[in-house]
């Protein structure tokens, strides 16, 4: 075990990865060279050469493509977006090709592509720079995505994604870069669709993914100076999601609270409330409640921002107010 | 070609110092890390946008790229408006919902920069379709970078407007770099201008670093658009002075000293007043004046954004759609 960030957690398993297997690539803008904007494949041009850390014009249907064309082939490539806002531009390559070519072939063809990229608000990057997409994504038949938020899920779950023969989508949050955490040197897998339970509790469960696991842990122990006992579920995988954890956790507690930084229409929180009330109708104490981002686009001005992302305290005024049933919901 | 007149000179000349100063006084100001998010800076390009907006009418469009204050600038936006909102506050063109990536002022047809490289063109195409279905005789421009012709939407638009036969420009400000790649290693031609032919569309090549070059193939293009002669395609060769992004190049050296340093001395700007003073347009004396009264005017721009208010949140949820937004909630509870 070793202390790393997490963009050296991630930058550490694909080096790995690629040491260990030549049908691995990396395919973008900037990654070769430049090593990613943010850094994310630092070095590795130095260890894998042009040949397997592939720069490219920008043209983000065509890099998606030649993934997806790789893969069928043979490969296992990993294509890098920048943004997670480029998905858009890459969407017909993303949901019409790579996520159904299995399927529409009869199951012959096999799709290990892995597409990392890097989302959420917070930098003033503003509304083409900054969003969560997750849920446009995770209604698509035939990918996967996950979003950890520990360098050990950063590691485990790019592991997992680049073993997996179905096309993936790893989503890093641009401001969990920099947080640590204890990462094994060797190779290890954490599961897609295995949500882990950061913190156990009992009054109330905080169901979270990416960036807003930790503002949700942040939330829990400020609740816990007030002797409410939450605990955490962070999903990790949001296609396909550990609804069983959620609900075994949701028959203990009572009481369900969703956070995530996408937009609440529709959003994630929408799909574990639904399932939460189709499994565990009969022990809820109070509705389920959501805690998202209002139905706007992100905007640049740090004063809109600032109201826009939920953050701790946010998070903690809905728990207070889902244990306290008088009151109603509200954010 | 005849010449530009000397108030055409001196139009050129405003315009491009107005971006240069600003641009200036921008970077400083976010270097000093008193700008939030991110900005792109057009040093160095100032004779690209300068000497198109110059070429054309107050009610042709253009559209823009993530890197679009110069293009906002000379088509005469106004700075105070532009500082506050690369500053985020709420007197800013976009109310500080923007940023240096969405300045835009439709009132003076600059359709928006743009955060999604490429997204721009196909707007322009549109614009120049409503001009021709209007017969108004206005043209549109859309600036893009020398990266943004390898996406997918510039190719759609460039046959489209070709297709159609659309008033458009299409000005290709080819800086041989897409952030931090150089061009040769993303396209295997020589000049960018060679995609022109593949949608049937004239091209020219001119040097970037002169206004003048850039304004006279501006006029010849949006003469033979406003004459039904359709889209043509104007790659501008010139060179951004700071990093992708901010100033200082951070991290890996991607350009060589003696690369900047080359451009550099081929500046537009003193080029254009040395050719203004030659011919007898302006003398030193009018130059300094000018320089000195806009360094004032972007002085007053700082003032202003400073002294400008934050957004109001509860203004978070408005503009999301025109007309009033749907505030429908549930019913509360029984
Ligand atoms: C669709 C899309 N892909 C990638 C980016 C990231 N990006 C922003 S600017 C840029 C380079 C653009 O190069 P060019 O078009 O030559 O313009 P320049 O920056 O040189 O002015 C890239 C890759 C983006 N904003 N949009
Ligand atoms: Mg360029």
Not at chain 2, 166 to 191: G, H, K, S, W
Not at chain 2, 272 to 278: C, W
Request: net charge negative.
């Amino acid at each position: 075990m070793t202390e790393l960030t997490c963009l050296k957690a991630f930058n550490d398993g694909l080096r790995q990865m690629m040491d260990a297997d030549d049908d691995i690539f990396v395919v973008g803008e900037d990654v070769g060279r430049k090593g990613g904007v943010f850094g994310s494949f630092t070095g590795l041009i130095d260890e894998f050469g042009e040949r397997r850390m592939v720069d490219t014009p920008i043209s983000e249907q065509a890099i998606v493509g030649l993934g997806i064309g790789a893969a069928v082939s043979g490969l296992r490539p990993v294509v890098d977006l920048m943004f997670m806002d480029f998905v858009l531009v890459a969407m017909d390559q993303l949901a019409n090709q790579a996520a159904k070519l299995k399927y529409m072939f009869g199951g012959s063809a096999r799709l290990p592509v892995t597409i990392t990229t890097n989302g959420g608000a917070g930098l003033s990057a503003a509304a083409q720079h900054s969003q969560s997409l997750e849920a446009m994504l995770c209604h698509v038949p035939g990918l996967k995505v996950v979003m950890p938020s520990t360098p050990y899920d950063m590691k485990g779950l790019l592991v997992s994604c680049l073993r997996d023969d179905n096309p993936t989508v790893l989503v890093k949050n641009k401001r969990m870069f920099g947080v640590k955490g204890e990462v094994p040197s060797e190779l290890y897998e954490v599961p897609i669709g295995e949500a882990r339970i950061a913190r156990q509790g009992a009054d109330v469960t905080v169901v979270a993914y990416s960036r807003m696991a930790s503002e949700s842990l942040a939330a829990a122990d400020e609740l816990a100076a007030e002797g409410i006992d939450c605990e955490v579920i962070d999903l990790r995988s949001v296609q396909p999601i550990d609804i069983d954890t959620v609900v075994e956790s949701a028959r203990r507690t009572n009481r369900i609270v969703v956070v995530h930084e996408a937009v609440r229409f529709a959003g994630l929180g929408a799909e574990i409330a639904a399932q939460v009330s189709e499994h565990a109708f009969d022990y809820l104490d109070a509705p389920v409640a959501r805690v998202a981002a209002p139905f706007a686009p992100v905007p640049f001005s740090p004063a809109l921002e600032a109201c826009y992302v939920p953050d701790a305290s946010r998070i903690a005024a809905q728990i207070r107010a889902t244990l306290d049933r008088g009151q109603r919901p509200s954010g | 070609m005849t010449a530009p007149s000397h108030e055409v000179l001196r139009d050129i000349h405003r315009r491009m110092v107005r971006i240069r100063l600003f641009e200036e006084a921008a970077g400083r100001i976010f270097e000093a890390g008193r700008m939030p998010g991110f900005i792109h800076l057009y040093v160095g390009q100032e004779a690209v946008a300068a000497g198109v907006c110059a070429a054309l009418r107050d009610d042709d469009q253009v559209s823009s790229t993530h890197r679009g204050h110069g293009h906002l600038v000379a088509k005469g936006g106004d700075l105070s408006r532009m500082m506050a909102e690369l500053m985020g506050k709420a007197t800013g063109y976009c109310g500080g919902k923007g940023g240096s990536m969405h300045v835009c002022d439709l009132d003076l047809n600059m359709l928006g920069a743009n955060g999604i490289v490429g997204g721009g063109v196909p707007i322009a195409v549109g614009a120049g379709f409503a001009n021709k279905y209007r017969a108004n005789g206005a043209v549109s421009v859309a600036f893009f970078g020398d990266g943004a012709t390898n996406i997918g939407a510039f190719h759609e638009a460039a046959n489209m407007a070709a297709a159609l036969e659309l008033p458009v420009l299409f000005v290709c400000e080819n800086n041989e770099y897409a952030e931090f790649t150089p061009r040769d290693q993303t396209m295997a031609i020589d000049d960018v201008v060679e995609r022109a032919a593949a949608y049937g569309m004239p091209g020219t090549k001119v040097d970037g670093m002169d206004a003048v070059a850039v304004f006279e193939a501006t006029a010849a293009a949006a003469d033979r658009a406003r004459q039904g002669g359709g889209p043509s395609f104007v790659e501008c060769k010139t060179y951004r002075y700071y990093n992708h992004h901010g100033v200082q190049t951070l991290g890996m050296k991607y350009r060589s000293d003696d690369e900047v340093k080359e451009w550099r001395d081929r500046d537009p700007v003193p080029r254009h007043e040395d050719l203004m003073v030659s011919v007898g347009a302006m003398t030193p004396d009018r130059i300094a004046a000018v320089r000195d009264e806009i360094a004032a005017e972007v002085e007053a721009a700082i003032e202003f954004a400073e002294q400008s208010p934050m957004p109001d949140p509860a203004d978070l949820l408005a503009d999301v759609y025109s007309g009033p937004a749907d505030q429908r909630q549930p019913l509360p509870p029984a």
